[in-house]
């Protein structure tokens, strides 16, 4: 039987969505998709065979024929949204970040526990993309060794235009965040944050420095106007070896005495694999019963420890994260 999916936002990401979900399938369809840009919604449903559009999530969320829910509309709407869906039992994929504030992803929290069910999942979608789930096997396999740093390198090419003050690290090192808790399988402990100088009316660059509980070492280079292309590295140095993921494109070009492979523009297309396991792998957990990817206390965790590294650039001091003891229900 094919699930009814509705889809909130049709900004880059929610319009991405629709089309992985309609040229995949994955044994769904579209239902709606809600926008107040009714234009837009409008378009974007004839563009992917959904049946309706909604003015707005609420309405989506209400709708019968909408069994499962995809938030992709800007970051403070989402946790209104997750609790209606919630309250509503339906199962929803909510974009990063789960909530702006860790006030609000408690509330997520509780409304979950109370349900007695996860039907949340937050949208890391890193944790599907080949690369880093092949360095996680690697790491589990035990043959590397213990971790002892983990180099990541995160260039956008352009900044987002939306991009406000501290969404250099709520907004794109949440990724960072994210995929170091769960390629370590530990939490993080102290953050402290380098910010090179930059004309930049909102910071562009910067340099942070994550300690887990247990003394591994990451380090994230952030720079989102790269101009170059969009360019994500991660290494993880293990005791007896290291493991870095490969360049995006497989083939190197030589040519007129030089070499080099191409480079995605953004981010659809560099985890392009990424975003669309995600979404086949949500869509499976729906009809197994059986929750994958980030929960809601992952999203929890990432939005606090965010929270500390913006205290930690404006500080300028190492800061140590207090994270509450993980509940029962999301162990
Ligand atoms: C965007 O939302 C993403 O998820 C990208 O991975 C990140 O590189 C970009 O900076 C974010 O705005």
Same mark, same amino acid.
């Given at each position: 039987?094919?699930? /009814? ?27 709606? #998709? ?5 234009? $837009?919604? &409008? ?5 992917? &065979?959904?049946? $309706?559009?909604?003015?707005? /999530? ?36 909510? %974009?990063?970040? =789960? ?15 109370? =349900? ?6 937050? &949208? ?16 589990? /396999? ?13 260039? !956008? ?9 501290? @969404? ?30 930059? !004309? ?5 660059? @910067?340099? =942070? ?15 989102? !106007?790269?101009?170059? /292309?969009?360019?994500? $590295? ?28 191409? @480079? ?6 560099? *985890? ?32 606090? #420890? ?11 001091? $190492?800061?140590?994260? %207090? ?5 029962? *229900?999301?162990?």
């Amino acid at each position: 039987m094919s699930l /009814g999916v509705g889809i909130i936002g049709t900004g880059v990401m929610g319009a991405d969505h629709a089309r992985t979900l309609a040229r995949t399938g994955g044994g769904a369809h579209l239902v709606a #998709i809600a926008d107040a840009d009714a234009d $837009r919604a &409008g378009r974007v449903a004839a563009e992917v &065979g959904a049946r $309706r559009t909604h003015a707005e /999530g609420h309405a989506l969320i209400a709708d019968a024929e909408v069994e499962a829910v995809l938030i992709a509309s800007p970051d403070h709407t989402h946790a209104d949204l997750v609790l209606a869906c919630l309250k509503a039992g339906k199962p929803v994929l909510c %974009e990063k970040p =789960l909530a702006s504030t860790t006030a609000e992803c408690q509330k997520i929290l509780d409304a979950e526990m109370a =349900l007695g069910r996860r039907l949340v999942q937050v &949208g890391f979608m890193r944790r599907f993309d080949p690369a880093y789930t092949a360095m996680k096997a690697a790491l589990q /396999g035990g043959e590397v060794g213990a971790p002892v740093m983990l180099h990541c390198l995160h260039h !956008n090419a352009i900044m987002p235009a939306f991009f406000e003050t501290e @969404m250099l690290i709520t907004n794109a090192a949440v990724h960072e965040i994210d995929i170091a808790r769960w390629l370590l399988g530990q939490e993080i402990a102290y953050a402290t944050a380098f910010q090179p100088a930059t !004309n930049a009316a909102v910071p562009d660059r @910067m340099l =942070l420095v994550l300690e887990t509980a247990s003394g591994v070492l990451i380090d994230v280079a952030l720079f989102l !106007n790269a101009h170059y /292309g969009y360019d994500v $590295r991660a290494e993880l140095v293990c005791e007896r070896a290291s493991l870095a993921r490969a360049p995006r494109d497989p083939v190197v070009l030589r040519s007129a005495a030089s070499e080099g492979s191409a @480079m995605a523009t953004d981010w659809r297309a560099h *985890f392009e694999a990424a975003y669309r396991l995600q979404l086949q792998h949500w869509l499976r957990s729906i009809k197994e019963g059986q929750p994958t990817g980030a929960s809601a206390w992952d999203g929890y965790a990432t939005t606090a #420890i965010a929270a500390a590294c913006v205290a930690a650039a404006k500080s300028g001091q $190492r800061t140590r994260i %207090e994270l509450p003891p993980r509940p029962a *229900f999301y162990s």
